[in-house]
């Protein structure tokens, strides 16, 4: 029963370096303080040093609140330990189709038209 908790603990403790790591980054991208994240999200400023440094794994609530705060989706800040490829792929997709072109868009759609015809 001890290395089952041993194990679980170790994947708890991989899960919350991993999930910091990335609110991190993304707190980095928006070029948020922590103070600021923590007011947009009614966090505490000391609770998200505490998931950035991989000390504290968030719960449901407190993951909705960070993504809605920095606009992104849990799955972001959950990255490797969501196994599911092709929303992984659409959100990609979703995050880097609003820069293009008019005439790239159309270009897509209709890829996308043609291989939703087979």
Not at 86 to 93: D, G, L, M, P, Y
Request: hydrophobic share 35%.
């Amino acid at each position: 029963m001890d290395k089952i908790k041993d194990i679980d603990e170790q994947r708890r403790k991989q899960i919350a370096d991993n999930i910091g790591k990335n609110l991190l980054k993304a707190r980095k991208e928006k070029g948020y303080t922590r103070e600021e994240l923590a007011e947009k999200s009614h966090l505490s400023a000391n609770y998200i040093y505490g998931l950035e440094n991989g000390t504290y794994l968030p719960g449901c609530l407190a993951l909705i609140d960070l993504s809605n705060a920095l606009d992104i989706t849990p799955a972001q800040l959950l990255d490797k330990y969501i196994d599911n490829k092709k929303n992984s792929f659409i959100e990609h997709i979703s995050q880097n189709i609003e820069n293009l072109s008019e005439r790239d868009l159309d270009l897509i759609l209709t890829i996308i038209n043609f291989c939703s015809k087979k």
